[in-house]
């Protein structure tokens, strides 16, 4: 008996190793389409691939998957000046896909010249399909006191690029809540702002309501442990409501671990659904119409 239950639990440990680099099957399609209003395709495509397997344009590829199953629309989000170069070139040859450009909080203390790199991205926030100026905002995880800086810095800088440009600010909140409300407030908002990958409880997410931010939930908000993340889901109006795969990060339950794509936002979007005691197709549409608000017509 003993013998038997080892080898059951060996099977199980290398079947989940064999399968952690697999993409997860397609999930149902959704009847009323909906957008990926974050993701990194050229994360994604370099260090996993490309859903169904290797592709000559695997960018086409992916937006071929999502689309397959709903998801018709993608939001190309730079981190760095060659992202955002490579994410505003993709969103001008997929009409499937907008841009945004960004230096990433953890990147802008990195930096030998940050003016330098904010000029770049500047100078690429004026294109016509580049719709947003993120992810840019606050996380010292990584970087320690000793990045705040420049964080704040570079943060402020792109609040202002978005107010110039009148593009979406989509940012990049990691337990900073109340330093990303503080610069907010010291420069004043732009008229659209995203917070991505939302990641706050419900009284957070009523203060950004209240604020009319549009507030942006991943795969995150399926965890087993996201208890207050559903609680702010609950208290966020559907206009403003977005969803997000952060692909190739993320990846929401039941495949939690293995590589996200934009084709998998259906198992968020149904969660959500569930969990809120939203109508599916009526909550797709809301999404829809919030993103359109947010970064313009596809």
């Given at each position: 008996m003993?013998?038997a239950?080892?080898?059951?639990t ?20 959704l ?8 993701t990194?395709l ?11 397997g ?14 397959g ?5 993608l ?9 955002s170069?490579?994410g505003?070139?993709v969103a ?7 841009a945004?450009?960004a ?7 990195r ?12 100078a690429?926030a004026?294109?016509?399909r580049?719709?947003?100026i993120?992810?840019?905002g606050?996380?010292?995880?990584r ?13 402020r ?13 989509v940012?990049?909140?990691r ?5 990303v ?6 420069e ?20 950004c309501?209240r604020?009319?931010y549009?507030l942006?939930f991943a795969?995150t908000?399926?965890f087993?442990?996201?208890t207050?993340?559903?609680a ?31 084709y ?9 659904a569930?969990?809120t ?19 313009g017509?596809?």
């Amino acid at each position: 008996m003993l013998a038997a239950m080892s080898e059951q639990t060996e099977t199980r440990k290398q079947r989940a190793a064999r399968r952690a680099g697999e993409f997860p099957p397609a999930p149902e399609a959704l009847a009323v389409p909906v957008l990926d209003s974050h993701t990194h395709l050229d994360i994604t495509v370099s260090e996993a691939g490309v859903p169904g397997g290797p592709a000559d344009d695997p960018v086409a590829a992916a937006i071929a998957v999502a689309a397959g199953v709903g998801v018709d629309r993608l939001v190309q989000v730079g981190v760095d000046v060659e992202s955002s170069r490579w994410g505003a070139d993709v969103a001008e040859r997929y009409g499937a896909v907008l841009a945004t450009v960004a230096l990433h909080p953890n990147e802008a203390p990195r930096l030998p010249d940050l003016d330098e790199a904010l000029r770049q991205i500047e100078a690429l926030a004026g294109r016509d399909r580049v719709r947003g100026i993120g992810e840019t905002g606050m996380d010292f995880f990584r970087t320690g006191d000793e990045g705040r800086a420049a964080q704040e810095e570079s943060f402020r800088a792109h609040i202002a690029i978005a107010k110039r440009y009148g593009k979406a600010l989509v940012i990049h909140d990691r337990d900073a809540h109340a330093d990303v409300l503080r610069v907010l407030d010291d420069e004043g908002a732009p008229d659209t702002v995203v917070l991505h990958c939302f990641s706050g409880d419900a009284d957070f997410a009523r203060e950004c309501v209240r604020r009319g931010y549009l507030l942006s939930f991943a795969g995150t908000v399926t965890f087993g442990s996201a208890t207050a993340l559903r609680a702010a889901a609950a208290v966020t109006p559907p206009a403003q409501l977005l969803v997000e795969t952060d692909a190739p990060y993320l990846t929401p339950m039941p495949h939690r671990g293995r590589p996200n794509a934009s084709y998998l936002i259906p198992l968020t979007v149904r969660f959500l659904a569930e969990t809120t005691g939203a109508d599916l197709d009526e909550l797709c549409a809301a999404i829809s119409a919030t993103g359109e608000r947010a970064f313009g017509p596809w």
